[in-house]
C-alpha cells in the first residue's frame, strides 16, 4: 500500500509523555565549562503528548502539542490530512491499535469521507512509520535539553519539524530514524523481518 500509492498514505501516532525536567543527550559543548544538567529539579509543569501526521508519499511530518489525547485530537488531525488532500479519492491512515483510535465518531468520518483506517498489529507499533520520526525529535529537540515550560518546548519542537520537513534526507535525520526503528524492535527482541510467532 505505501510502495503502490504513497501519497494517499498516511500515518497517525502519538509522541509523549513530555515533561519539563533535564534530558541527557549528545551536544556541542565547549571543552572548558561545559553547561551541566541540574541536579535538583521539579516537575511542576505537567504533561504535554504530541500528536504527529506523517505523509508518506511528500516525505512531511507535521504535529501539534496537546494537554491530553483522546479521540477528540485525533479526530482533528484526520480532518487536516483530508483537508491537505481534497477531492474525495480514496485515502489510507495507519494508526495504532489504542482505543481513542477507534472511536464511533472516527469510524463514522472515515466512511463519510472515504478513508481506509489501517491499524498495526497488538504490540507492533514498530510497523506504524510516524514512529520512527519520533527519533530525529528525540535526538534534536529533547536530547541535552533543559527547556524552561511546555511553550519553549512546544516552539522548539515546531522548528525542529520545519528543519527537518526541508531537509528531509540529511544523514542525521535518517541516521535518528535507524536508530528508532532499532529500539523500537529491540523492544520486542525482533530486530529484522515479520514478528516472531508468540510461543504456546
Known sequence: MT?????????SGQFGRLSIRPCHGVCRAPRKRPVRLRA?????????????????GDDQLRGITREHKG??????????????????????VIMDTLA??????????ARRENAGLCFTPTNASWANPVEAQSGPVRT????????RNHPAL???LQACLRWRNAHARH???L??????????????????????????
Open 3 to 11: 510502495s503502490a500509492c504513497p501519497d494517499r498514505c498516511f500515518a
Open 40 to 56: 535538583a529539579y521539579h516537575r511542576t509543569h505537567g504533561i504535554r503528548y504530541f500528536h504527529g501526521c506523517y505523509y508518506v
Open 71 to 92: 479521540a477528540d485530537h485525533i479526530l482533528a488531525a484526520l480532518r487536516s490530512i483530508r483537508a491537505a488532500r481534497p477531492g474525495g479519492y480514496r485515502l489510507f
Open 100 to 109: 481513542a483510535d477507534k472511536t464511533p465518531a472516527i469510524r463514522r468520518w
Open 140 to 147: 534534536f529537540v529533547m536530547g541535552g535539553s533543559d527547556h
Open 154 to 156: 512546544a516552539r522548539k
Open 171 to 173: 544523514p542525521g535525520v
Open 175 to 200: 541516521a535518528a530514524q535507524r536508530r528508532e526503528r532499532a529500539r523500537l524492535r529491540s523492544d520486542r527482541q525482533q530486530r529484522w523481518g515479520p514478528p516472531k510467532p508468540e510461543a504456546a
